[in-house]
């Protein structure tokens, strides 16, 4: 399924310092995942971080934001 971003984790991923393929992975076999309404909370241990990332599925998979925890 294809991943798209919102303007805001766009910003998100430069701002954090986040790779995109550290995104998809967190999508793809996330440690911990919650859903609440039609978002998706998923979290993954990634080089000694934890990300975390929001998302909602429709067509695609819209990433609407991402932090380190």
């Known amino acids: 399924m294809e991943v798209i971003f919102t303007n805001h984790a766009r910003y998100q ?3 954090r ?4 393929i550290w ?4 999508i793809k ?3 911990i995942t919650k859903k609440v309404d039609n ?8 080089n000694g971080r934890t990300l975390k990332v929001v998302y909602v599925k429709e067509k695609h998979i819209k990433v609407v934001t991402l932090y380190w925890v």
């Open 13 to 15: 991923l430069k701002e």
């Open 17 to 20: 310092k986040v790779d995109y």
């Open 23 to 26: 995104v998809e992975e967190t």
């Open 29 to 31: 076999s996330p440690d």
């Open 39 to 46: 978002k998706f909370y998923v979290i993954k241990k990634l």
